[in-house]
């Protein structure tokens, strides 16, 4: 008997939408209780470490694990997840970001909040030029899911139960460099929920309250998306340059 729509869609949208919600508490949640002086390098542990136990504990589901819609789409792009399972996953990590902004708002308060936007994603653009920062977040998008394809995707990759560490080290990696600029985003979700949730529920009463994080949400949404597709570019292009049959005995003949 085949499987039902809701058989087809719910575990995966269910699975998506716990992991989001997650990965916001957990993120976001540390960069509002930790004081400004804090070092990016705890910062960027914090997301890495997240999002390595967050797949561990979802990527048996199937078309789950990806926890963000950068990934999503480039393995829709790729043929790797049908085209309405991603869409529903992709559903179900903006909900599961709006989910988690929205338990931080009303379990932190904006005094204790030392972002006072729920860690939301902005930068200075007296130090920083828009296209800097928007062909950063292209790039390091385009290595996580790089990372996603090589070693959860390929028939070649040797990283077995090692594979959620992988992405959790590129994530780490790209928080690392990110979060002095613009907060590291690499994940349009991530940005979405913290951006809404702050804007509706502001600290307006605090003195010197921090900018809406959200002024340029569309660059958070579109330029990691653009980072997803190119890295299902690179990898099925690639693939037409890998040996193949009897090559590929020679090639890895001693």
């Known amino acids: 008997m085949a499987p039902t729509a809701r058989q087809t869609y719910l575990p995966s949208f269910l699975t998506e939408l716990l992991a989001q919600t997650l990965f916001v508490i957990i993120g976001c949640g540390f960069a509002m209780v930790s004081p400004p002086q804090r070092s990016p390098l705890a910062v960027s542990f914090v997301f890495g470490l997240g999002i390595t136990v967050l797949v561990y504990s979802s990527y048996h589901i199937p078309n789950a694990g990806q926890i963000n819609p950068a990934v999503t789409f480039s393995l829709m792009l790729g043929g790797e997840v049908p085209p309405l399972v991603g869409l529903v996953n992709m559903c179900a990590q903006f909900l599961g970001s709006v989910v988690g902004a929205l338990f931080l708002r009303l379990s932190i308060p904006c005094e204790n909040d030392f972002t006072q936007t729920i860690g939301s994603n902005r930068f200075d653009d007296d130090k920083w030029a828009h296209g800097t ?26 990283g077995g139960t090692s594979t959620p560490l992988a992405i959790g080290l590129a994530v780490f990696l790209a928080h690392i460099v990110l979060i002095p600029i613009d907060g590291c985003s690499i994940n349009p979700s991530r940005s979405f929920g913290p951006a809404v949730v702050s804007k509706i529920m502001k600290c307006d009463n605090l003195p010197g309250k921090a900018e809406w994080g959200g002024k340029d949400l569309v660059a958070w949404l579109i330029f990691p998306l653009l980072g997803g597709a190119a890295a299902a570019g690179f990898y099925k292009g690639s693939l037409k340059l890998m040996p193949t049959g009897d090559e590929v005995e020679e090639f890895d003949a001693p």
């Open 133 to 158: 920062v928007y062909l950063l977040e292209f790039l390091f998008t385009f290595l996580l899911c790089h990372v996603v394809w090589q070693v959860a995707v390929s028939p070649r990759s040797k």
